[in-house]
Structure formats: structure tokens, C-alpha cells
């Protein structure tokens, strides 16, 4: 299963966070999102995101 850092809700494959730096993550989420090109994309404005990547849309 997939880990999401509890902070940005990235999805990380290493033990730190790229964005953060934390190493605070969880299994337990719902949803996902890909974000491409985060300047040009409503959405991730809309939800905060900077960086390109794969985001969970809710955590617990």
C-alpha cells in the first residue's frame, strides 16, 4: 500500500518527504489526484499544490 505524508498528503516512496522534509506519513487515504503542470491547473491551485506529483485528496 501507498504512503502519504500527513502534512502535504504527497505520495512518497523514500522515508522523507521531498516537500516537507517530515517523515510523518499514512496508509489510510482516500482518493488521488496527479498533478502535471501545478501553475497552469485550476485545481491545484485551488488545493494549495506547488509541485507536480501524485496527491491524496483526503487522509486520516
Known amino acids: 500500500m501507498k504512503k502519504v505524508c500527513k ?3 504527497l505520495f512518497v516512496e523514500g522515508d522523507v518527504c521531498p516537500i516537507c ?3 510523518d506519513f499514512t ?3 482516500q482518493g488521488r489526484i496527479i498533478v502535471i ?7 491545484a491551485k485551488k488545493i494549495n499544490i506547488t509541485m507536480k506529483g ?3 485528496l483526503k487522509i486520516r
Open 27 to 29: 496508509t489510510n487515504w
Open 37 to 43: 503542470d501545478p501553475v497552469r491547473s485550476e485545481i
Open 54 to 56: 501524485e496527491y491524496a
Open 7 to 9: 502534512h502535504d498528503k
Open 21 to 23: 522534509g517530515k517523515s
